[in-house]
Structure formats: structure tokens, C-alpha cells
């Protein structure tokens, strides 16, 4: 969406860096001990044993299977495509994930491996994770990814301009990016952990979502902490808000430190309490993860078996 489709609130807010600025301090502060409390509250939520097979489905039809180490090679890379094929070859009934994500460089090797399967290929780009290079770095990133075939990137924003106020370059270079991407989606890394407060951590959002980010995202994964109930919670708000203002619904994608079937549940509750039941479809909510996935299929079985398997149990 465009500055010049918004309405005339959010599109005065990027007609200058000034006004977005006044824009994005013009928003109303997080109540931290409020969104904690939320957030704790909701999470103590229990679901019933009928529903439990359902939000685990969904939760593994939201995972983006993910692999983001220097060591990553090809084989390493087909793998966890197979396993995104099927999560659970014992149980073929079992939902695909929504995507897998890799860097860049390896990219064309997933797209690939997943032809014809409809599971996408995300790719980070934008000088992962740290996003400190120059901006014709960043972009060749992009294109990469863009021409390997990858049909989402996830691009992280320069933390230090958002840091130091310099929002209308961090809105820049996300315009650049999407432009950049094409048809893929755009995926927008926030770095939470590096932003310090929930104030910033809202300010980042609607700066992303104004620039034209189709996701938010908590993390890399590299930073400490990464995803946490409360700062998605904050990020829920943004994009509920921002449909109520839009009429656009734009996706939240929580990443890193999601690693259990209780964990994700409890997201999944946020997701319904605090945007509503619509997001709760891989379209509109993500999960960035590695280890997740197995919990989801070993909870899956007990469900289904009514014994416990353990994910050392659940072939790679």
C-alpha cells in the first residue's frame, strides 16, 4: 500500500521526516507493567483436550523451518526441506509447514527441493543479522534472494538509525527493499532485544508497517532476548490497529526462544485474544523456528496415541 492509499492520517505521517517523527512519538505509551500482566495472564490460558490437536496443526502449519548457520551447506538445506515436505513421515496426515528460511546464497537450493509442493522459501537478506552495510549491499541481498526464487524475505532494519532517530532512513530503506522484493512478501526484523523499550518496540512496528512491511518480525535469533509474549503482544496491537485504521490486515512473525507445544500455544492464544481469530491463519502469523517443530510432532502423536513420544523419536 502506498502512502497516497492510506488515509490521510498515516499518509501525512510519511510526507516528511518530521511528520513521521511527530507521527511515531505521537503514539500512545506502553503500559509495560500492563502488557506483562497480559501477556502472563494469557499464558497461564489452558485449552481444552478437543482443541489441543487443532492448535497443534496450526501452530505447525505457521512454522517457517528455519536454518541461519555459517555452516549451513546444501545437503543440510535439502534435509530440512524433506522435512518440511513431511514433518512426520509416520503420520501422513500431518500439515506442511508454511516455509522454509535460509540465507540468501541458498535459496535456490530450497526453492528446488520444494517445487510444486506450495511450501514457501523465505530468505533473510539485508545484511543479516546485523544489517550494518551500505544500502546497495543490502539490496543486492534482496535481489539475490529475488532471483533465486525465494518468495519471502525477511530483511532486518538498521537498528542504530531507529536508535539515534533517524526513522526516515530506516523507512527509506524499507521502501527500497520492497520495492526490491517484487511479488515476494516482505518480512520486517525489528531486533527487539536491541530496542531497549516497549515504546520503541511499537514505534519500529508502525514505522515497518507504514514503509510497507507485509510482517513484522521479533527477531533474528541471534540476539538475546529474542521473541517474548509481551513484546509480540505490542506487535499484535500494531497490526490490529493498523487494519482498524487501514483495512489492510499485515502478519506478525515472532522468532527465536519458541521451542515447545506450551510455548506456542500460548502465542496462538495472543494471536486470538489480542488481533483477533483472522490472524490465526499462516497467511497473517508465523512462527520463526528450528527445534520447534519436533515438540509439535511429539505432542501431535500423544494427542493422536495417547502416549508420549519424545521428539528424539521423530525421524529427521
Known sequence: ????????????????????????????????????????????????????????????????????????????????????RRPDPERPDTPRVAAVCVYPDLAAIAV??????????????????????????????????VRSGASEVDMVIDRGAFLEGRYGQVFDEIVAVKAACGDAHLKVILETGELVTYDNVRRASWLALLAGGDFIKTSTGKVSPAATLPVTHVMLQAVRDWYEMAGERRGVKPAGGIRNTKDAVKYLVAVHEV??????????????????????????????????TGPDYIAE
Do not use: C
Request: aromatic share 4%; proline share 3%; net charge neutral.
Open 1 to 84: 500500500m502506498s502512502s497516497a492509499t492510506l488515509p490521510v492520517a498515516l499518509a501525512d505521517a510519511t510526507r516528511d521526516d518530521a511528520s513521521l517523527r511527530r507521527f511515531l512519538h505521537g503514539l500512545p505509551g506502553v503500559d509495560q507493567v500492563g502488557v506483562e500482566q497480559r501477556a502472563a495472564g494469557l499464558g497461564t490460558r489452558s485449552i481444552k483436550k478437543a482443541a489441543k490437536l487443532w492448535a497443534i496443526d496450526t501452530a505447525i502449519s505457521m512454522v517457517d523451518l528455519t536454518t541461519l548457520e555459517g555452516a549451513d551447506t546444501h545437503g543440510r538445506v535439502r534435509g530440512l526441506a524433506a522435512k518440511a
Open 275 to 308: 488481533a483477533g481469530e483472522e490472524w490465526l491463519t499462516p497467511s497473517l502469523f508465523r512462527f520463526g523456528a528450528s527445534s520447534l517443530l519436533n515438540d509439535l510432532l511429539s505432542q501431535r502423536r500423544t494427542q493422536l496415541e495417547g502416549h508420549y
Open 112 to 145: 528446488e527441493a520444494l517445487a510444486g509442493t506450495g511450501i514457501g522459501v523465505a530468505s533473510v537478506a539485508t545484511a543479516f543479522p546485523s544489517g550494518r552495510s551500505s544500502r546497495e549491499v543490502k539490496l543486492a541481498d534482496v535481489e539475490l534472494a
